[in-house]
Nanobody, 124 residues
Framework: QVQLVESGGGLVQAGGSLRLSCAASGRTFSAYTVAWFRQAPGKERDFVSAIGGTGINPPYADSVKGRFAISRDNAKNTVYLQMSSLKPEDTAVYYC?????????????????WGQGTQVTVSS
């Protein structure tokens, strides 16, 4: 069982930056792939990025490519999402999710564990 806790959300002006953190419980964190998804009001939950145990070549949604960066610190059981050049359309609840295995998948149904979400609001 893995428990995930997101933090770092908040209100920021367009063009600003935020860093989200996803802290995980469990002793084999490095064996898990962790992803970030986001859900805006009235919309579906969308893939943002994901990172496998090695952290090599993480995929990104086209809408965030070049602005967001995902990373992980296995010693701290934490995955980060550095968000820069934020836009109002980035406003959403951001969720981290984990799956046991090194395969990186972009579909929400591929993840077994979810955090409670953290709100990110970008004002224009």
């Amino acid at each position: 069982q893995v428990q995930l806790v997101e933090s770092g959300g908040g209100l920021v002006q367009a063009g600003g930056s935020l860093r989200l953190s996803c802290a995980a419980s469990g002793r084999t964190f490095s064996a898990y792939t962790v992803a970030w998804f986001r859900q805006a009001p009235g919309k579906e939950r969308d893939f943002v990025s994901a990172i496998g145990g090695t952290g090599i070549n993480p995929p990104y949604a086209d809408s965030v490519k070049g602005r967001f960066a995902i990373s992980r610190d296995n010693a701290k059981n934490t995955v980060y999402l550095q968000m820069s050049s934020l836009k109002p359309e980035d406003t959403a609840v951001y969720y981290c999710a984990a799956r046991n295995g090194l395969a990186v998948v972009v579909a929400a149904f591929g993840y077994d564990y979810w955090g409670q979400g953290t709100q990110v609001t970008v004002s224009s």
